[in-house]
């Protein structure tokens, strides 16, 4: 929802707005709370709507007759609601639980099957919870969020918590239900629409943060109070433990279960995106107890006896000699800190080497598990505690150099499920087995392309810095370098998230199949090579990750591969303002570009929705030094209408509750104002992900590709 201040102000100067207009196109009224299209903000507002309506009409006409949508969706949907995909679970007791969507479920079912059963072609499963039969009861389209499943130690049952949101938002509402019964609870934990998270204490007691009225919200609009609530008592009379500044980014619970199963409350506090305070809440009513740790670090797990945390910055332990890095994995015991509330000793557990990041810990039974980056593919290492107290990693031997994950990992169990997966390779589940280390394959997926010709090199190229910029090419080999081929360019740069050589079967289906090739730029601002690889292009030294990416632009025409008319480029959330960066900053090197739910507007985007959460990322408007930064690169406030564009494609949605649809609406209409050709579209559900289910995301990339194809093709 809007903040207050600007919906009363769109109402009382909406009018003053449209006469201004008729009398002036100054484009500088973008950089003033005057903005001309603020109504745009007004996520259900008539006239907004209207204005949507409208401009989806008109690009799904246009989209949808052309001849090769009706196939490029039919083959999506195929791909996406096929039977014939991993079904990853969580192993529970004697059951493995599973998410699941295909043609028939198309919001999904959540369902169960013995672990014998797991490990055969083909599993049986028992439907614990229909969603669509609960979407089609309730009159709501849910979307399946997760679920949190606590077990009693005493009793051997299992508690769980379902998250649904309406049409894909990250507002959710929890449920408790008893999965034996495969029943909602009557009577049970139940919380109303809100932004908000929830961790089990006990059978009886979850630590929840959620939006309470009152003033109860971070600017960025979650939680900043946590509260202790007991069964069979209302929410509102909940015991509050933990309470957070309003400036906060958000407070969230989460829990350290020891080796006697004592569970200990705890809360993490938010203070920026990037930096934290985290509390260990005693169970005795006493005062919070912070953690002396450096600002910016993660506490990874707790593995024998050990809390382990990932640091983002150079930090020395006061009292200690010794100093750790930025990107090091670190370790000390809880106990003596449980007694003290003094720090104790800290030891190094792993230092990533210039070409390795650290991605997080996964602990299991006997064992904790580390995922790393090391040159952009995946690896995993087990980490080897010694007797001396110094700490020691093996790699776990992997089918190749892709993309990897760990899948599943409980302390409870010995079995760990892990993911494989590269540009040619579809998804592989293995099995690691933490006594034996025995690694073997459960399921592997056949084919959704023909890889037959394809080949994946891995690039260098120079940014305008100096800094080597890797990327990944796949292409037809023996193709000529031409400048010819049809290229898609996909990237993100933001958050320390890693853009790794991941299976796309709709690309490879739709694009590489028919002789395009397709590029992953592994720019600044990502993961890929540890904090400083992020940190490197933070606010004002945001142009990094442009000059980053018009880098790989550039290397990709210069070899040969591609032209600039046969290039496209493609990313979404922060990666579509990248797009919108790069529709201004570089129109002359591409010629198709494809902005998913973009952030565009970069002088009040932290006044909308999740935005004032991101000002670590991106800068803050309010301050000169930032605000004048973000000026020179907000899309929204480049736009010239005397300029020459490629013609975009605007994805984005009215359901999306973390990324405001006004950003793409308001570029849009600026194309629509200039009379310069764009496409758009609005889907009226779905979420940040633009699609709320399998179906909708069939649409939505088929009307991609085909706007593509035109582009590149044509």
Do not use: C
Not at 565 to 585: A, D, E, F, P, Y
Not at 685 to 703: F, I, V
């Amino acid at each position: 929802m809007l903040p207050k201040l600007w919906v009363l102000t769109s109402l009382v100067f909406f009018a003053l707005y449209q006469n201004l207009m008729a009398q002036t196109d100054d484009p500088d009224l973008r950089f003033t709370d005057q903005d001309p299209l603020i109504w745009m903000e007004e996520v259900e507002g008539a006239r907004a709507l209207q204005w949507v309506r409208e401009q989806n009409e008109k690009t799904l006409t246009d989209l949808q007759s052309d001849p090769r949508f009706a196939k490029y969706e039919s083959e999506a949907k195929e791909i996406l609601t096929s039977k014939e995909r991993i079904p990853y679970g969580r192993i529970r007791g004697a059951y493995v639980y599973n998410f699941w969507q295909d043609d028939k479920n198309v919001r999904g079912l959540w369902r169960r099957t013995t672990r014998e059963s797991y490990a055969t072609e083909t599993p049986e499963w028992e439907t614990i919870l229909d969603f669509d039969e609960l979407a089609e009861k309730e009159g709501k389209n849910w979307v399946y969020k997760g679920a949190s499943t606590y077990r009693d130690k005493d009793t051997d049952r299992y508690f769980s918590l379902v998250s649904l949101s309406d049409g894909g938002k990250d507002a959710i509402v929890r449920r408790e239900f008893d999965i034996e019964k495969k029943e909602f609870v009557d009577q049970g934990f139940r919380t109303p629409e809100a932004k908000q998270s929830a961790s089990w204490l006990g059978p009886d007691t979850l630590l929840i943060g959620t939006d309470w009225g009152d003033d109860s919200l971070t600017e960025s609009g979650y939680a900043r109070i946590l509260k202790r609530w007991q069964r069979g008592t209302p929410l509102e009379d909940a015991e509050t433990v933990i309470e957070v500044q309003k400036t906060d980014v958000a407070v969230w619970p989460f829990t350290i279960e020891l080796e006697d199963g004592t569970i200990l409350a705890h809360a993490m506090e938010a203070d920026t995106f990037f930096t934290s305070t985290n509390w260990w809440l005693p169970d005795d009513g006493s005062e919070p107890v912070k953690y002396p740790l450096p600002a910016k670090s993660e506490i990874d797990g707790y593995y024998r006896g050990h809390l382990l945390v990932s640091l983002k910055e150079d930090w020395q332990p006061e009292g200690q000699d010794e100093k750790f890095s930025n990107g090091d994995l670190i370790a000390f015991e809880l106990e003596p800190f449980l007694q003290t509330k003094k720090l104790p000793h800290v030891s190094l557990v792993f230092r990533p080497s210039e070409t390795q990041a650290v991605n997080y810990v996964a602990v299991a039974k006997d064992a904790a598990l580390l995922s790393i980056n090391d040159n952009v593919v995946g690896r995993i290492l087990r980490l080897e505690l010694g007797e001396d107290g110094s700490w020691n990693t093996r790699p776990v031997e992997l089918p190749g150099s892709g993309q990897t994950g760990i899948a599943f990992s409980d302390e409870e169990e010995d079995v760990v499920f892990l993911n494989y997966e590269d540009f040619l390779t579809p998804d592989s589940l293995l099995q690691y087995d933490t006594r034996s280390g025995e690694l073997k394959t459960l399921k592997s997926l056949p084919p959704k392309f023909d890889p037959s010709g394809l080949v994946v090199k891995q690039h260098f190229t120079e940014s305008k810095d100096g800094t080597r910029i890797p990327y990944f090419v796949v292409h037809k080999e023996g193709i000529p370098f031409d400048g010819s081929t049809p290229t898609l360019l996909y990237s993100y740069g933001g958050f320390q998230i890693s853009m790794r050589p991941g299976y796309r079967p709709t690309t490879g289906k739709i694009w590489l199949e028919n002789g395009g090739a397709y590029v992953l730029a592994n720019i600044r601002g990502g993961g890929e090579f540890g904090p400083a690889w992020h940190q490197a292009g933070l606010k004002t030294n945001r142009q990094r990750i442009y000059d980053d990416f018009i880098s790989v632009g550039e290397a990709v025409v210069k070899s040969g591969l591609t032209s600039p008319k046969r290039l496209g480029i493609m990313g979404g959330s922060n990666g579509g303002l990248l797009m919108g960066v790069m529709l201004n900053q570089r129109p002359d090197l591409w010629n198709a570009v494809v902005v998913q739910v973009p952030l565009l507007d970069m002088l009040r985007y932290h006044t909308l929705l999740a935005g004032a959460s991101w000002v670590d990322e991106y800068g803050s408007p309010e301050v000169p030094e930032e605000r004048a930064f973000l000026e020179k690169i907000s899309p929204y406030h480049n736009f010239k209408s005397e300029k020459e564009y490629p013609i975009p494609f605007f994805v984005t949605s009215t359901k999306d509750d973390r990324v405001h649809p006004a950003h793409a609406r308001k570029l849009a209409k600026l194309f629509e104002e200039a009379g310069k050709p764009f496409l758009y579209y609005e889907n009226i559900d779905g979420g940040h992900s633009a699609a709320a289910n399998q179906n909708e995301r069939a649409k939505r990339t088929a009307l991609e590709f085909v706007y593509l194809a035109r582009q590149l093709i044509d």
